[in-house]
Every structure is written in C-alpha cells, then in structure tokens.
C-alpha cells in the first residue's frame, strides 16, 4: 500500500499527542471562556461548556452550534481558543522524535490548531525542529477547520508539492480523513480504545496508538 508513496501528513493533536479525557475537559473549558469571556456569550461558562459537549458529539466540532445559534465568527474563535489552551498540560510521548527520524518519506504536519499554537505544541512536546518548516494550518488556507470539504486538503497537496496520491494522510478524526480519501489520498486513522470508524470505506489503514503507526512505516525502509 505504500511502495508509490513520498509524504507522510500528520495531523497534529490527538495524534502526534495523545488528547486524554481530563485535558479534552480542558479544551472545553478553554472554549467555553473564549466563548464567554471574550466573545460575550449570554450565559454562565458551566453551561457554555456543556454545549460545548454536545456541540462536539453532534458536529464533531464544539464551536458549531455557537456559529449557528449566537452568530459566533469561527475565525474570532479560532483566535481566541487557541489564545486560551492549556498546552502546558499536554503530555509528550517519550523518544517519539527519535522513531519519527527512521520514516523513509517526507513529512509535514496539517493541524486545525492556529500556527502560533502549533508551534508552541510542536516545541512542547519535542518535535519542532523535525517539523520548523513543514507544518501549516488551516488558517494558512483561509478556513478554520478540516471537516467541511475536501478542498482544504487539495490546496494543502499543491502547497507542498505533492499529488494526493503521493500522500499518506494520518489523522484521528474520521471526519478529516474522509475528504483526504477524496481526493486520492492513502487514509490511515490513529484510534485509542477501540477502532469505532471500522467500518468506514475511506480509511484504508488504522493503528492503536501513533507508535504502531510509525513502526508500520519506519518497515516501509525494507521495502525502499
């Protein structure tokens, strides 16, 4: 499956890090502030924070029901949630840096996070210099999410240079990876208790954990 593939793309969170259930409570939090305190929504961050939730389990994005039912700005929240995560409380993976070095393919990172987020995070938790100058946002593209289209993620091929089925796409959120599949690109989703989207035609590839993933393509040196 990978002997015609040259680059590996990352997502960033909840993929090269682990998003454990006490800090995803944390980005809710994170997000209900930003949607109180500095974009003045009428309620209390509690019950803000609670929609958050459910928002997040219905639209696979927290923000959404806000953009629907308070005229919320996903660029205005885009700034200021990421203003607001506590990226102190992530949590690095050990010598992860170290394995990601023995990929035989190029690598970039594709994250929903702002680029002054994602380089905060990528310095945390060790993988900066692998990454300086090939990791971009959303917001390099003019959008703030992932999940709505799949020309994001064309755009993000011609800016690196790469045709889509070049492209190993490796991402958490089922919902990302189904634009990648669109257009052409080799899917593989990270999982951590159990693989829920197995029955999803548009992943090719899913691993527990990214450290069997990158085991299973550090092997693809055999194959080169």
């Known amino acids: 499956m990978f002997s015609d593939k040259k680059v590996v793309i990352w997502d960033l969170d909840n993929t090269l890090y682990r998003i454990t259930p006490e800090f995803a409570d944390r980005l809710d939090l994170a997000m209900a502030e930003a949607l109180v305190l500095d974009l003045g929504v009428d309620m209390s961050v509690e019950d803000c924070k609670d929609l958050v939730k459910q928002s997040y389990k219905i639209y696979r994005d927290g923000g959404e029901y ?23 409380l992530i ?4 010598n992860l840096a ?13 994250t929903a996070s702002n680029r002054e987020a994602s380089e905060k995070i990528l310095k945390h938790i060790g993988l900066y210099e692998i990454f300086k ?53 080799t899917t593989i989703r990270i999982f951590y208790k ?16 990214v450290q069997d993933c990158v085991d299973a393509l550090i092997e693809c040196k055999q194959d080169r």
């Open 66 to 88: 806000f953009y629907q039912k308070h005229n919320i700005s996903p660029k205005d929240l885009f700034k200021y949630y990421f203003n607001r995560k506590p990226i102190y």
């Open 91 to 94: 949590e690095p993976y050990e």
């Open 98 to 110: 170290e394995k990601i070095k023995q990929i035989p393919f190029e690598q970039y990172v594709f």
């Open 133 to 185: 100058d090939k990791f971009f946002s959303v917001e390099d593209f003019g959008v703030y999410k992932k999940n709505e289209n799949s020309a994001v993620y064309r755009q993000y091929c011609e800016k690196i240079g790469f045709a889509p089925g070049e492209c190993i796409f490796v991402d958490d959120s089922y919902s990302n990876l189904e634009f990648a599949k669109e257009i052409g690109m």
């Open 194 to 209: 159990e693989n829920s989207a197995k029955d999803k035609d548009y992943i090719d590839l899913a691993y527990k954990g």
